[in-house]
Each structure stands twice: as structure tokens, then as C-alpha cells.
């Protein structure tokens, strides 16, 4: 049956990512990982303040801060959603009956990323939420959470969730195989910007700066410097539609 309108491709994606167990599987992994991730964290920052060494005393830290920090460890799993909506099918075989229903490489890639991108947004609102529920009160004196902080600080975390698991996705439908594609991802992400930052090198820190890891955390941390948090998230979003473009034209020039 063909699902070549654009509401249908959507539908059929959604169908697919929903009925595969290991969306669920990586989806419980990624709420015990950040459970685990901000509990320890908060444990650390109250330790801090009521050791014996007054020299790393943080004083109270904000429930965000904590699930921003945990992030950082979190994000791997949602990344295995983004690219295992498209690198299973390539494994599978299953994209050559993707294409012959959504003939249009575009829609495809379009449909994929519309699902990958809100059910890696509500994943991670999900995992905000359980990271705060977590957080306050192993923190308890030494932690805040003001609601309006908080909340921002969520829908933040899910934005970035949902712009790199998009650039999962688009590296995944250019690349077609789950190892290089996680590979690659490791290196943008965190490897090549923290080669680039080790010299302490200006010119060095302004090009690691626009890599999307560290855009998404000047975004995630609200920076002003050495750019306005809002142009952190406009990088990361640029790196995930370019991803999305490089994608597409690997869908074009070659068989499924």
C-alpha cells in the first residue's frame, strides 16, 4: 500500500519505531541511565559541601544543573534511536519496501526525522523529569528548584535531544551502518572539540565552538559567551538539517 502522502509516511514511521522492542528496550535504558547519572551527581554536589576540604564547597546548585550535567552521558542512548530508525532498516533490507510505498527519498528522510525528532523530544522530557524527581531530594539543602528555572531547563534538555537524535538519523541514512555512524557521532560530538580545546589555542577554541556538542552546551548552560545561548541552538539545529541534506543525498545517488 502506498504512503506517499506526507501524513502517511509520517504514520507509517511512527508505526514501525513504535512496534520494534528495542525502542522501548533503549527508551528504558535511557530513564535508568539518567536516574542513575543524576542521583549521582546530586550525591557528589552535597558531598561537596559537607566534606572536610572547604576548597571544592559548590554551595546550592540548581536541580537543572544537575540534569544538564547528566546529559552528557544520557545523550548516547537517544542518539541509538536516531540512527537505529534508519541503519535497522538498511540491515534489515526492510528500506527497499520503504521506498517502493514513499517513491520520494525526501519524504522518507523527512518523515523519519518529523518521529525521530518528537519522540526524541518527549523522551526527553521524560528524562528531565526523572532526573529532577531524582536530583531534589538526594541534593536537599544544598539543591534548588525554582518551577520556572526547572521546567526551562526540561524543555531545553529535550530540544537537544531532539536535535541530535535528528543528526543521528541524517548521519545514519548517509553512512547505513549502526558502528560508523555512532563512530562518527562520538567523534563530532565530543572528540575532535576536545582535541581542538587541549592546546587552549583561541582560533582552535572559536572552531570547536560550532561543533554541535559544544553549541549545545553553550545552549543547554544558557552561556553569553562566546555566544548567546540561542545561536548554540541554531548551530546544533544547522549541523542536524545539514545531516538530514547529506542523508538525502546518499538516499538519491545510491540503492537502498
Known sequence: MSTSTRGGAVAAEWTKLSSVPSTWWT?????????????????????????????????????????????????????????LAITAEFTSGTIRTTLQCTPSRGRVLLAKAAVAGAVTFALGLLLGGVGALVARPVLGEWGSAPLAGTIGDIVAVAAYLALIGVLALGLGAALRNAVLTIT??????????LSLQEPDIDV????????PG??????????????????????????????LLLGRAALRRRDA
Open 27 to 83: 527508551a528504558l535504558a535511557g530513564l535508568l541511565l539518567m536516574a542513575a547519572s543524576a542521583g549521582q551527581l546530586a550525591i557528589y554536589a552535597a558531598n561537596d559541601n559537607t566534606n572536610d576540604d572547604p576548597a571544592d564547597d559548590r554551595g546550592i546548585v540548581t536541580v537543572g544543573s544537575v540534569l544538564i550535567d547528566s546529559v552528557e552521558l544520557t545523550q548516547y542512548v537517544v542518539l541509538a534511536l536516531g540512527l
Open 184 to 193: 562518527v557521532l562520538l567523534a563530532t560530538l565530543m572528540i575532535v572539540p
Open 214 to 243: 559544544v553549541a549545545g552546551a553553550h545552549f543547554l548552560a544558557g552561556d553569553t559567551e562566546p555566544y548567546p545561548s540561542l545561536v548554540g541552538l541554531l548551530l546544533l539545529a544547522g549541523w542536524a538539517g545539514a545531516a
Open 204 to 211: 582552535l577554541n572559536r572552531i570547536a565552538d560550532v561543533f
